[in-house]
């Protein structure tokens, strides 16, 4: 019951460890190192956030499953604070506007400001007056997460020098959408 607050000491730590390395030693860890780890971090939570619901479906029964169901909104938050930090950290480097508007002719920079753009009006709605107010459409608000999850892992593909490692969690996020949709279809929920 009391256990968001002590949920988001663990999902800032990341953060703090990210700011506490670039501040203690800014020439070993400097820009390079804290956008991709701010990037992998936005990435992984968003992970976490679409796995909720198929974890949910499969282990209906379970405690665990539905303090995970309870908090689903308090991770995409997470996420979207970590991709704000994220483009906080892209917009200082630059600097300059023209810098950052000449840029967006770079399709991976494009796509991450579209994937972002998208998760704005889902961050600004997870809390329950929003989710109050909005009634049906909340849900059919929130499907946007599914374009941006696909637009995210694009920018991180085109953005990386070895796309490996984008594309593993590319199939990460095929089998958690996978299992959603048996799950889903095997219970007719949607
Ligand atoms: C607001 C617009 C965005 C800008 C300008 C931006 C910019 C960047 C830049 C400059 C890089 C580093 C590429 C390199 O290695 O040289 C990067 C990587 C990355 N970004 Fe973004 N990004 C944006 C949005 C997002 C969003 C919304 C997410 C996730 C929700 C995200 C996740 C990532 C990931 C996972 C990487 C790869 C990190 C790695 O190489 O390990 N980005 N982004």
Same mark, same amino acid.
């Given at each position: 019951?009391?256990?968001?607050?002590?949920?988001?000491?663990?999902?800032?730590?990341?953060?703090?460890?990210?700011?506490?390395?670039?501040?203690?030693?800014?020439?070993?860890?400097?820009?390079?190192?804290?956008?991709?780890?701010?990037?992998? $971090?936005? *990435?992984?939570? !968003?992970?976490?956030? #679409? +796995?909720? %619901?198929?974890?949910?479906?499969?282990? @209906? /029964?379970?405690?665990?499953?539905?303090?995970?169901?309870?908090?689903?909104?308090d991770?995409?938050?997470?996420?979207?604070?970590?991709?704000?930090?994220?483009?906080?950290?892209?917009?200082?480097?630059?600097?300059?506007?023209?810098?950052?508007?000449?840029?967006?002719?770079?399709?991976?920079?494009?796509?991450? $400001?579209? *994937?972002?753009? !998208?998760?704005?009006? #889902? +961050?600004? %709605?997870?809390?329950?007056?929003?989710? @109050? /107010?909005?009634?049906?459409?909340?849900?059919?608000?929130?499907r946007?997460?599914?374009?941006?999850?696909?637009?995210?892992?694009?920018?991180?593909?085109?953005?990386?020098?070895?796309?490996?490692?984008?594309?593993?969690?590319?199939?990460?996020?095929?089998?958690?959408e996978?299992v959603?949709?048996?799950?889903? $279809?095997?219970?007719?929920?949607?």
């Amino acid at each position: 019951m009391h256990s968001r607050p002590f949920l988001w000491l663990v999902l800032a730590l990341p953060g703090a460890w990210i700011l506490g390395r670039w501040g203690a030693t800014p020439d070993l860890y400097g820009y390079g190192h804290a956008i991709a780890d701010s990037g992998d $971090w936005a *990435a992984w939570l !968003l992970l976490a956030t #679409l +796995a909720v %619901t198929p974890v949910r479906l499969l282990f @209906r /029964r379970r405690a665990w499953a539905q303090w995970l169901m309870r908090h689903r909104r308090d991770l995409g938050v997470a996420s979207f604070a970590y991709a704000a930090g994220h483009t906080v950290i892209y917009l200082v480097r630059k600097a300059s506007l023209e810098t950052i508007v000449n840029e967006l002719s770079t399709p991976y920079i494009l796509i991450g $400001w579209l *994937a972002f753009v !998208l998760f704005v009006p #889902l +961050a600004i %709605t997870s809390n329950d007056i929003a989710m @109050r /107010r909005l009634k049906r459409s909340w849900k059919r608000l929130h499907r946007l997460v599914y374009p941006a999850a696909i637009l995210t892992f694009a920018h991180w593909v085109l953005s990386a020098y070895d796309p490996t490692t984008a594309w593993i969690h590319i199939a990460i996020l095929a089998v958690i959408e996978l299992v959603r949709l048996g799950a889903q $279809w095997r219970q007719r929920v949607t």
